[in-house]
């Protein structure tokens, strides 16, 4: 739900100097950008936003006022104006290599990655000295599997910045994909360096584990994969408690929904336009990039891929005011017609803004595995939405999502230990349970397990309900992700051929994950994985 978030998307404003009026490169840090990063820290966006914005009229030629607040704006997906005022920046930088190399990262913010790679290329040339521009670019051409452009780059990123470990362990990435015997060396040398920043070495222990995995060497990988846990452990507290609470919040107000409320939204709902919009949740790892990628291939639907738009800023302004803290059912029941109106064309806008192409006639389809606590919000402001809900063997997920590296969020902090990782899923998925039986918008069920063992048959009954014919494209989905960027931390694995291996991968893990099934027979039974795994090979 994102109820608080002091942070922008992917990257926090630039500090306030406070000894300093000049910052090196930018110009002067105005008392206007003061006030409105003061107000942003205090999660009071939308009188900061209009700060900002002023300070850029009052101060047309400011850098900092361009670069700060297009990060600003972009975080809230006000997103056409972000980048208006980064090809301002972008034209008063001329050929300074450093203001191109803050105006690339900001474009990489604002979801406008090809402008990103542009700058970042006209950095190189005509400087190699800045290491962070070869990284950038490196990981932008690596996402679009350009790696033996990507490790060139990384290369000379490390012959001017040999300690540059966060580069050492992309390249190691890069040696992985390109099947070469060093990589597994390097993993292990990051991961030994006590030097190293514990990020670091917690990624380098997951490429270790996955290694291992591949093996067969399952305890080599339990153990690899507990040592990447216990670095990312001493920051979890202040993590940990924010997600509680999100969960808390939301399961009660999932709880306290009858499919009265649900019948009433929807004859509400009725005096709007109704949109073509679709929904794919349900659990992280369950499937969801690959089902997205399959339908984004359909020329009559578009996809938003893990968006956060919603979550952090249209689901609150919903409800939220000075005299309400939470949502509740009461509140979500008594939210006016002209707040749905404004809220529904921001969303809608903000998808257009960050996919920078209309939607028109087509499906949208907002993927996010995290999504399925929101349902309720969704589905107050569009009720026509059909869920799509992405389901794996639970004892998969659970596995799979222990033995991945995240950055710390409210979601990925409950996967620091088997027990807490199924206790999220079924906490979740209990939601999802109880939600099916009461809303009245139509639903469907993806298994993961269908979707590679018959894609083609899975792929037509989604497109069935999607109320879309039968295209022989998207079983041709991979072609598209030769050229085309994937968010999601599976973007490796989805560009590969299907395969069956990771159904009942939980088995090599069975003393491990022994201790977790009674959390997850409830799940296990009603979703009908009752069944040996081994029947789906």
Request: charged residues 25%.
């Amino acid at each position: 739900m994102a109820m608080r978030s002091n942070k922008l998307s992917k990257a926090k404003i630039a500090p306030n100097p406070k000894t300093r009026a000049i910052v090196p490169g930018l110009g002067v840090d105005v008392p206007e950008l003061q006030r409105a990063r003061a107000l942003w820290m205090a999660n009071r966006f939308d009188e900061s936003l209009e700060i900002f914005e002023g300070a850029v009229q009052k101060y047309p030629q400011n850098l900092v006022a361009l670069t700060d607040a297009s990060r600003a704006l972009g975080a809230r997906f006000e997103i056409h104006k972000a980048e208006r005022m980064l090809d301002r920046l972008v034209k008063l930088a001329l050929n300074n290599p450093q203001l191109l190399h803050l105006a690339g990262q900001s474009y990489r913010m604002i979801y406008r990655p090809e402008k990103a790679i542009h700058c970042f290329e006209r950095v190189l040339a005509i400087t190699k000295q800045i290491p962070d521009a070869q990284l950038e670019l490196a990981v932008l051409y690596e996402r679009r599997h350009r790696v033996e452009e990507a490790y060139s780059l990384i290369e000379d990123c490390l012959r001017a910045a040999p300690d540059y470990l966060e580069a050492a362990l992309f390249k190691g990435r890069l040696l992985r994909r390109m099947n070469e015997p060093p990589a597994q060396d390097l993993f292990r040398a990051l991961a030994l360096n006590e030097k190293a920043h514990p990020v670091v070495r917690a990624q380098a222990w997951t490429e270790i584990a996955q290694k291992a995995d591949q093996e067969g060497d399952y305890d080599g990988a339990m153990q690899a994969i507990l040592k990447c846990k216990d670095l990312l452990r001493p920051d979890e507290a202040p993590v940990l408690k924010e997600s509680e609470v999100l969960q808390r919040h939301l399961r009660n107000l999932a709880q306290s929904l009858t499919t009265e409320h649900f019948n009433k939204w929807s004859q509400e709902g009725r005096i709007f336009p109704q949109r073509k919009l679709a929904v794919l949740t349900g659990f992280p790892r369950s499937g969801t990039t690959l089902v997205e990628q399959v339908l984004d291939s359909h020329p009559g639907l578009v996809s938003s891929d893990e968006r956060e738009a919603f979550g952090r800023d249209i689901f609150p302004a919903m409800w939220r005011s000075a005299a309400t803290a939470l949502p509740t059912a009461e509140i979500l029941d008594a939210v006016p017609a002209a707040t749905l109106a404004t809220q529904r064309g921001r969303y809608l806008d903000y998808m257009e803004a960050a996919l920078n192409e209309p939607i028109g006639d087509r499906v949208h389809l907002d993927k996010n595995p995290t999504m399925t606590l929101l349902l309720p919000g969704l589905l107050r402001c569009f009720p026509e939405t059909k869920l799509l809900i992405a389901l794996r063997d639970p004892r998969d997920v659970v596995i799979s999502c222990f033995m991945q590296y995240l950055p710390l969020n409210p979601n990925s902090v409950c996967f620091l230990s088997l027990k807490r990782a199924a206790e999220r899923y079924a906490h979740d998925m209990a939601i999802w349970l109880q939600l099916r039986d009461r809303v009245c918008a139509p639903w469907l069920e993806v298994r993961y397990e269908d979707c590679v063992t018959n894609l083609e048959q899975a792929a037509g009954r989604t497109l069935q309900f999607l109320d879309l014919p039968w295209n022989p494209l998207v079983l041709r989905y991979r072609d598209r992700l030769k050229a085309k960027a994937v968010s999601s931390p599976t973007y490796e694995a989805v560009s590969k051929p299907l395969y069956t291996k990771a159904i009942g991968r939980w088995r090599n893990y069975l003393k491990y994950i022994e201790p977790c099934l009674e959390i997850l027979q409830p799940c296990i039974t009603a979703f009908g994985y009752e069944s040996s795994s081994a029947d789906f090979h």
